[in-house]
């Protein structure tokens, strides 16, 4: 009897044994998915948290000294909002480029307009006083930038009719036409060589030859610009009245929707040597003599520092007559 009872005590130890072991290997089983959830939990902040400090990053990476810029625009389908966070060069080109789109816009002409103006007299009867300033022969790097700066100040726009053999120069003349556009001033072509004895053999006009100076001109302003740049305006070296025999070069560049510009009052910086302000000023007294809408010729190429000095005079009498400034497109 004895020995029965120790046999049944044995297999009641075995049986809890094996309870006691099966428990330990569901709790077990219970302590591993709890962990895993703990585990996944803490994998899912720490890619939040992962994922914030890479933006926080990113912002970082942007400088932030100024907030984003923010231009209204207003176009003919509306207003489009641009904005730009500082400081990034992709968003900084964007936001230039349509900066300058929207300056050249806002302050521009129909060159169609002036074109008549000066070739047939057709009067621009919309009552207002508006004075054109123009630059021939740039982009130089002496005077250009100077020229520039008193525009900026002055929060004028101008109209620069360039050289394509200037552009090519040097790349700090290319530079110096990006700023050109960049700052919301006209560009316009003005042959690629300017040299009259090519363009105007014998004084008469080279259709051709001018041309393909203007075609070459442009294809060289798209490569520092941009391939979406355009111009509709020409100006002729010289002006478009000292030459003859310009019929047919006249109806090549209106096939191509192009506009000549001349001009109807002038500072006399490329009449014969170098000249002093005060020369210029007088110069302008003499041509300029109130018209309503006034083309005023300057030159921004080597040399013509005077005209640079002479600059700011010439805005301030315009404005204390009651002019506003205006680009040509």
């Known amino acids: 009897m004895l020995k029965n009872k120790k046999a049944s005590k044995n297999a009641w130890v075995k049986r809890l044994t094996t309870i006691i072991f099966i428990m330990l290997i569901i709790m077990s089983s219970r302590f591993t998915e709890l962990n895993n959830m703990i585990d996944n939990k803490k994998n899912i902040e720490n890619g939040q948290a992962t994922i914030h400090n890479q933006q926080l990053n990113i912002d970082e990476q942007l400088p932030n000294k100024t907030d984003d810029k923010v231009r209204d625009i207003n176009n003919e389908e509306g207003q489009l909002e641009v904005r730009a966070k500082a400081g990034n060069p992709v968003y900084k080109v964007m936001t230039e480029k349509y900066e300058s789109t929207i300056e050249i816009n806002k302050n521009s002409f129909d060159a169609s307009k002036i074109q008549d103006l000066l070739t047939k007299h057709i009067k621009i009867e919309d009552g207002k006083k508006i004075a054109f300033l123009t ?189 506003e400034f205006r680009t040509i497109r």
Request: aromatic share 10%; net charge negative.
């Open 135 to 323: 630059f021939d022969d740039g982009p130089s790097t002496t005077v250009t930038p100077e020229i520039l700066k008193v525009l900026k100040d002055n929060n004028i726009k101008a109209t620069f009719f360039v050289i394509g053999k200037q552009v090519e120069d040097t790349p700090e003349a290319k530079r110096i036409l990006q700023d050109i556009y960049h700052q919301g001033h006209a560009i316009g072509n003005h042959t690629y060589s300017h040299n009259y004895s090519k363009l105007f053999p014998k004084g008469r006009a080279d259709a051709n030859a001018f041309m393909a100076e203007v075609e070459k001109t442009d294809q060289i302003l798209k490569s520092v610009l941009g391939e979406d740049f355009t111009t509709d305006i020409v100006r002729f070296p010289g002006g478009h009245c000292s030459w003859k025999g310009t019929e047919d070069l006249d109806k090549q560049l209106a096939d191509k929707n192009y506009k000549y510009i001349d001009w109807n009052a002038l500072v006399g910086d490329a009449e014969g040597g170098p000249k002093t302000r005060e020369q210029l000023i007088k110069r302008y007294h003499q041509t300029f003599v109130g018209q309503q809408q006034v083309v005023l010729l300057m030159h921004d190429t080597y040399g013509k520092k005077s005209t640079a000095e002479a600059l700011q005079y010439i805005i301030t009498d315009l404005k204390n007559k009651g002019y």
